[in-house]
T-cell receptor, first 110, second 117 residues
Framework: GDSVTQMEGPVTLSEEAFLTINCTYT??????LFWYVQYPGEGLQLLLK?????DKGSNKGFEATYRKETTSFHLEKGSVQVSDSAVYFC?????????FGKGTLLTVNP | EPEVTQTPSHQVTQMGQEVILRCVPI?????FYWYRQILGQKVEFLVS????????KSEIFDDQFSVERPDGSNFTLKIRSTKLEDSAMYFC???????????????FGEGSRLTVL
């Protein structure tokens, strides 16, 4: 079945550091790929998505590129802020149902 | 901005008791979901609901679980007889049905934390 594997956390960075959170997937079809973010005390929010190979999703300075050849969708940001501290979830969607990774806790210190 | 709302935010119950978690999805959405996250583990799919019936459910969603859309507004998850291992954060989500395809973009509520003692 479909599955998502993402980098184990927690990840702790200083403000303005470069962020990468790795995500790889296994799927039988041609899924859409997502990054969701959960800020403290809030629900899951869509951060960005890509629906086909080589698409790049971007939002709030975050980017991820759908790489079919490596079945990956790594999340990157060039310069993180304290307000980016949250749990980040990689997910795939095949016909509507989402399959999530375990989540990666990011803490950004001033 | 429209949002999915869930109540209660936290419920503590005794093992064997019935629990109902409530959700109000975004008003023009047609697909509804329940997910759960046991502490430290993955967010897991429980069930999807469309056109007043279950469209898909996972192995977790056994006979102890049921869902209902009683009044066209609320979407509820009932656990008939709670077990210790039902302790988790339960997320409700909804999505649009666009062009005959489900976009895959789900809008989530803040979650209901269930603690079973």
């Amino acid at each position: 079945g479909d599955s998502v594997t993402q980098m184990e956390g927690p990840v702790t960075l200083s403000e303005e550091a470069f962020l990468t959170i790795n995500c790889t997937y296994t799927a039988t079809g041609y899924p859409s790929l997502f990054w969701y973010v959960q800020y403290p005390g809030e629900g899951l929010q869509l951060l960005l998505k890509a629906t086909k190979a080589d698409d790049k999703g971007s939002n709030k300075g975050f980017e991820a590129t759908y790489r079919k050849e490596t079945t990956s969708f790594h999340l990157e940001k060039g310069s993180v802020q304290v307000s980016d501290s949250a749990v980040y979830f990689c997910a795939l969607s095949d016909a509507g149902q989402l399959t999530f990774g375990k989540g990666t806790l990011l803490t950004v210190n001033p | 901005e429209p949002e999915v709302t869930q109540t209660p935010s936290h419920q503590v119950t005794q093992m064997g008791q019935e629990v109902i978690l409530r959700c109000v999805p975004i008003s023009n959405h047609l697909y509804f979901y329940w997910y759960r996250q046991i502490l430290g583990q993955k967010v897991e799919f429980l069930v999807s609901f469309y056109n007043n019936e279950i469209s898909e459910k996972s192995e977790i969603f056994d006979d102890q679980f049921s869902v209902e859309r009683p009044d066209g507004s609320n979407f509820t998850l009932k656990i008939r007889s709670t077990k210790l291992e039902d302790s988790a954060m339960y997320f409700c989500a909804s999505s649009e049905l666009a062009g005959g395809q489900i976009t895959g973009e789900l809008f989530f509520g803040e979650g209901s934390r269930l603690t079973v003692l």
